[in-house]
Structures are given as structure tokens and as C-alpha cells.
């Protein structure tokens, strides 16, 4: 029986970004890792977005948060700093913002091709490192289509309201488990994470599952005796 691990992100989070790559670490140690299944789920941080943000991010948080425009770009330093340790190169500065429903509906279409982690990687790299505007239909087919989709059908699908009921199937169950902010971790649909743990917590998470989906039988040969030491002492 495999380890059912399901991950709510949005493709513009950088947590998400982190916490994609800290769960691979932990997974990378994880003695059963061919035996976990991952699939990602949609979470929009935004869901009023227009297409495409005008002005930069900086300016972006500095409006929602309230702070000096400094103060965001100190705080995308750190981020950046942060991401670094895990493999990341943030580049907030080159940042697009835009809508990510479409995002994650090529992501769906993805799950369905075997390509869903390329793809959720792209879309990432895309975002927070290369200055992607995320939201442009366009640039959702040539980063999918980087990552190993068919251009012509991530294209024909962004033409269609297709897998639309399922980015919102993912909302709905995001609001059921109380899901307010991303990443958040769901495993055997038993353990939620919040955040982007260390890949210590997110590997011992693992072990939890996966121990508990095996439980040890213990096997009594024929007649029931056993020879065995117990009660700190021996009947010989």
C-alpha cells in the first residue's frame, strides 16, 4: 500500500517553492520513497487577480501590507537569501503577477499526461525566477510545454473552460480541511503539515504513515509456544 501524499501550493507562493524542494529532500531520504504517491493541488493566493499585475512586486506587497516599499524589498531579499539554501535563485525584481487559475488548470491536464511535478517545477522557475508573467495563456503553453506537455493541448484546453470544476473541486476540499494558507501537506489524509517544514519533519510525517499503513504481524508457530526471555529474567 502506497503513502498518498497530496500538496496544496500555488504556483506563485515561494513557501510553495520551498517546501516543494524540502519535502524532495525528505522524500530523497525516505527508505519507502518509491512507494509515495504525490499530487498537487490547486490553492489560488489571489483569486481576484486580473490576468496580468501591473507594476513590480515590490510595490505589489508594499500596497497590501501596508509597509514602505524598502521594507518589501528587504523582505524579498530575506525570502531570496531563505530559497537560496534550497536551490533556488528568487528573482522578485523580475517578478509578473498575474491570475494562476489557468496555471492551474494546465496542472490538472498535467496529472493526467504523468508530468504534474515538471510542470508545477516550471511554473515556479517560470514565476520566481525568470520573470514569467504567470497569468499570460501563452506563456502558460511554452513553460508547459518545456516540461513535457504538447503545446497543441495545453493550448486547445486554456481555449476551453476544461478542468475549471476540478481547480475548484481542489478549493472546496482546501476550505473542508480548514486549509488557509500554503503549502499545506496531507498525508493518507490523515496528517495535515502546514508550512514548509524542515525535510526532518516532513520525512518523520513519512515514517508516521507509513508504519501505521504496515503494522508489524507477529507470526506464533504451530501450538503457540515460544522460547523467550521476558519480565527482565528467564524460565530455564
Not at 501524499?5 to 529532500?25: L, T
Not at 481542489?170 to 486549509?179: E, K, M, S, T
Not at 515514517?207 to 509456544?225: F, I, N, R
Request: glycine fraction near 8%; charge should be negative; aromatic fraction near 8%.
Amino acid at each position: 500500500m502506497d503513502v498518498k501524499v497530496e500538496i496544496w501550493s500555488d504556483v506563485v507562493c515561494p513557501w510553495c517553492a520551498i517546501g516543494k524542494r524540502r519535502f524532495e529532500k525528505a522524500l530523497a531520504g525516505f527508505a519507502h520513497r518509491d512507494e509515495v504517491e504525490v499530487s498537487f493541488h490547486s490553492f489560488e493566493l489571489d483569486p481576484s487577480a486580473p490576468r496580468q499585475r501591473e507594476g513590480d512586486l515590490a510595490e505589489h506587497l508594499a500596497g497590501k501590507y501596508g509597509i514602505s516599499r524598502e521594507e518589501a524589498a528587504d523582505r524579498h531579499r530575506q525570502m531570496t537569501e531563505t530559497a537560496a539554501v534550497d536551490g533556488w535563485d528568487f528573482h522578485f525584481e523580475r517578478a509578473r503577477g498575474g491570475n494562476t487559475f489557468d496555471a492551474h488548470r494546465l496542472l490538472h491536464l498535467a496529472a493526467e499526461r504523468g508530468v504534474q511535478d515538471a510542470v508545477k517545477e516550471r511554473f515556479f522557475r517560470g514565476y520566481l525566477e525568470d520573470g514569467a508573467p504567470i497569468g499570460d495563456p501563452e506563456t502558460l503553453v511554452w513553460l508547459a510545454a518545456e516540461a513535457g506537455l504538447d503545446a497543441e493541448e495545453a493550448r486547445a484546453v486554456l481555449a476551453t473552460d476544461r478542468y475549471a470544476d476540478a481547480v475548484r473541486a481542489d478549493q472546496r476540499q482546501a476550505q473542508a480541511y480548514g486549509i488557509s494558507a500554503v503549502p499545506f501537506f496531507v498525508v493518507d489524509r490523515k496528517y495535515g503539515v502546514a508550512g514548509a517544514q524542515s525535510p526532518e519533519a516532513l520525512r518523520e510525517v513519512l515514517e508516521t504513515a507509513w508504519t501505521e499503513a504496515h503494522p508489524l504481524q507477529v507470526l506464533t508457530p504451530a501450538g503457540g509456544d515460544t522460547d523467550a526471555c521476558a519480565d527482565g529474567s528467564c524460565s530455564v
